[in-house]
């Protein structure tokens, strides 16, 4: 069905899962698939959600549904 993941939203902080030298995102906005992350050594980047699965930094809000 596609869509993105609801626990990617402005504000969460993430990892790329093959860029670890980007350090620690904060994801800025979220455009349908096209998350927009500004990464610590690498800045602005947009992130094709249908493509990379960003690895939340700290708990997995995915985890942590009751």
């Known amino acids: ?5 609801p626990f990617l939203e402005p504000g969460v902080l ?3 899962p093959t860029q670890p030298e ?5 994801i800025q906005s979220v455009a349908g698939a096209k998350v927009t992350v500004s990464f610590e050594e690498a ?4 992130i094709d959600a ?4 960003l690895v939340f930094e700290g708990e997995d809000p995915r985890e942590m549904r009751r």
């Open 43 to 46: 800045g602005k980047q947009v």
């Open 14 to 16: 993430v990892r790329h």
């Open 50 to 53: 249908r493509v990379v699965r």
């Open 1 to 5: 069905m596609g869509g993105s993941d």
């Open 22 to 26: 980007w350090g620690v995102g904060q």
